[in-house]
């Protein structure tokens, strides 16, 4: 059974006051996105000016590939996964070399590149902030070190 991250993008109205307007799902409020994982979340939104909404946060690792991977997600202006983002519209990415590590924040650039921070755990106590800066398509930014 596959998990999905459940977010509700009620922090949109402040990024994109339309952006209820535009949103699918439950009265344009909520929308689901089908990710592998066990326990998932997104914990950050950042819209660029063309409406595109990326997501940012966790998902659940499963005993053989350590802990939480940071993830990101993008949709379109009408909400479906952007496909040339990613691996099907999901970027995951184990920033903690297989221990757990998720985002908390996000920016979008003005060059369309995304920047993240979050923390790294090991076993479930925090250890260390995060920051990552990813290219257009979900790929980590190689430049950035």
Known sequence: MRSRISAVLLGLIALAPDALARAPGQNGVQVTIPVSGIADY???VAVDPNGN?????AIGGNGATGGNKSVLARLSVGGALDFSFGTLGIATHDLSMNQSDGLRALVRMDDGRDAGCGVLFTAGTAQAFVVARFNSDGSLDATFN
């Open 42 to 44: 997104a914990q950050a």
């Open 53 to 57: 909404i990326v997501l940012a946060g």
